[in-house]
């Protein structure tokens, strides 16, 4: 399905809010969604583990197609240049613990 | 761009002043960044399409003893076309950092849990970390499209009620009454389960005033989610689904915050007597650290919000407003909107096209 030539692909990639945009270009075709998300994340500076230290899981949406890419498809498969992605995570909230009398953490 | 880098560093001290130890930190300054340029965006010395201005921040170092100790930091935004702005921060900005750094302490057995402590910031020069590289692709930033509505914030107030404390420095927020009575009566039907979802609408820009304002439009419940007595956890499936709805609205509206409900009476809390609820930490509104973290995950811009709705036995649930003062998540007053404002200009601030927090209607 992709559609690249020799440079690879490009394509875009957003954080969930939208307000985190990235141009990702020279892709090569057998680079799996893990690797594309993996690099995101850790130039997005998006947190890779709650503050409990447990990994937050991030899935790649693919727009054109509104489905969650697999971590282990390779890009040239799946997506064509100029696609658009967006990083979403499984985020928690809450996660007190009720205690009379002691200090919500 | 981010110049002037410095490391960062905790000196931990007894009340007696006696050394305990040191740990070394990494300062998240993306929230001082965003409180930085939304001020500047307020006062008409940065424009709203500015995103990658080369930005500095620089140690203040303290008065009296001196370099490297700090009494806070600058951040100071170099616009082409409007020259320097600057905020200056206090050391507050690192207590998040400091409860963190201290248990350190106390699991080296420095420290006992509860204990008080003094501590002092000291900051040194560095280098920064390389970015990160890619599989062999290179990744480069786009300024994100932001849907920006000229209006006149006066007409906004004449049609609202302030709720709460309001902070001059901090940028006004409107939300209908209607909103409010939803989010109650949601969190009423939740019962014992804690439940949540985005809120939506528009920010708008009164260049005249200057000032820049948040107006709610609704709320989109969550779906999707894992839901829980204590816990609410947003699933990849609930942000698709909210983004969906926004579209499917077509009202140009884009994501400012979220919500979610605390069932304070079905805690531990239910056994205590009313008057002692009524002081109780979790009967007041809070947000959790991990709450904090998934503001700053994907609320991270200055005018971004959160509410939390407390469902107490002593009373109606009571809401409490939340938002960015200083690169710090603080409760803060908000608006009540009587009634529907006309609509106003939508100027699109140029950006990559697409997604669905654009605007489409320029």
Known sequence: MGSAGTAGLTLFAADVSQQKVRRVSNIGLEVTVRELTDSLLAEMKLPQNDPEGRPVTYYALLEREGRQLQSWEKLGDVVQSGDRVVLQPNIDAGRIRPACGGRPH | ?362
């Open chain 2, 1 to 362: 761009m981010l110049d002037g880098f410095h490391r960062y560093i905790i000196e931990f001290h007894s009340e007696a002043g006696l050394p305990l130890g040191q740990v070394a930190v990494e300062v998240d300054f993306a929230p001082a960044l965003e409180w930085t340029r939304l001020a500047g965006v307020r006062s008409g010395r940065i424009a709203f399409a500015d995103y990658d201005g080369p930005v500095s921040v620089v140690p203040l170092w303290h008065v009296t003893l001196s370099r490297p100790y700090v009494q806070g930091f600058r951040v100071q935004w170099n616009s082409k076309e409007t020259g320097r702005f600057f905020c200056d921060f206090s050391t507050g900005y690192f207590k998040g950092l400091v409860a963190s750094a201290s248990t350190l302490l106390v699991e080296a057995g420095k420290l006992e849990a509860g204990d008080r402590f003094i501590y002092l910031i000291t900051a040194y020069p560095g280098e920064p970390e390389a970015r990160p590289n890619g599989e062999g692709f290179a990744i480069e930033d786009i300024a994100p499209a932001i849907s920006v509505r000229q209006s006149a914030l006066s007409r906004f107030v004449h049609s609202a009620s302030v709720q709460g404390c309001f902070e001059p420095e901090l940028h006004p927020v409107f939300i209908p009454g209607r909103v409010l009575a939803e989010v109650t009566s949601l969190t009423q039907e939740a019962q014992k389960i804690e439940t949540g979802g985005f809120l939506i609408g528009h920010l708008h820009h009164d260049a005249a005033a200057p000032e820049v304002f948040v107006e709610v439009t609704a709320q989109v419940p969550a779906t999707e989610t894992v839901r829980e007595q204590s816990r609410l956890r947003f699933t990849s499936d609930s942000w698709t689904a909210a983004r969906n709805a926004i579209l499917l609205r077509h009202k140009g509206e884009i994501l400012l915050g979220w919500w979610h409900s605390h069932p304070v009476k079905y805690w531990n809390c239910k056994d205590c007597p009313p008057e002692k609820q009524k002081t109780c930490a979790l009967s007041q509104g809070f947000l959790s650290e991990h709450d904090r973290s998934l503001h700053r995950t994907v609320f991270f811009r200055a005018w971004c919000i959160a509410m939390v709705v407390s469902d107490v036995s002593y009373g109606d649930p009571t809401i409490c407003v939340f938002g960015w003062n200083r690169g710090i998540l603080d409760p803060r007053g908000y608006h009540i909107l009587n009634s529907s404002v006309a609509e106003s200009n939508i100027v699109s601030v140029a950006g990559l096209p697409s997604g669905g927090n654009d605007a489409r209607e320029a």
